[in-house]
């Protein structure tokens, strides 16, 4: 039996005309990636027939799992319960709708000795509208301001995370937003590494301009409030 090193959480929300591209382009890149990898569906209450379709795939292939919630309970929620699940040394991260490429987790795989978390950065080849790459950058700005994390493109949703660390990150939504900066409270390393970027070819976003900049604007407050309240330590020795 094949030792996994990565599992990959792809949160699910009303994503079915997507699944079956996503899953061809995931097979192609499980043939060969630098850390054996597996996959992580995470069902968000979709109203469509994503269900049914991941249970399909996942019953036709076991390096395909999933979660399934019993409602919509947002992108943080589905985020957190896969990494709650993850049982490998490494967690990724990456949207079901392709607009990053699952081939450049062996990118991302190239730093992962050196670094807690590697994020990708679509900055120098967006391809969304103007109005979403200008929110971006502007809900990208506040943040940096705010956290100090020195990250240009935070949302971008392909990330490897040391699961030690993924998994003692305390999520609340919007929590998404500051992955590079709750491994910056955990004294982690993090890196940013350009990838390329994709135009949504099926299925709707789920977010606009107002949760992109009043959305953003806000959890900063809630981050600060929990970088002050942060508990951090490490223990020396034990007999338990």
Known sequence: MEEYKLTIVIPVYNEYD???RLTKT????????TLASKVLFVNDGSKDNSLELIKEICAEDPRFTFLNFTQNFGLSAAIKAGFDHVDTPYTGY???DLQTDPEEFNLLAKFVDEYHLVTGNRNKDRKDSFVKNTSSKIANGIRRLFTKDGMDDT????KIIHTSYAQKIPMFKGLHRFLPAMILLQNGKIKQVDVKHFPRIAGQANFGLLNRLVGPLMDCFAYLWMKKKYINYQVKDKNC
């Open 94 to 96: 990456i949207d079901a």
């Open 18 to 20: 997507n699944l079956n």
């Open 26 to 33: 995931f097979k192609n890149y499980l043939q060969n990636p």
């Open 155 to 158: 949302g971008c949703p392909l």
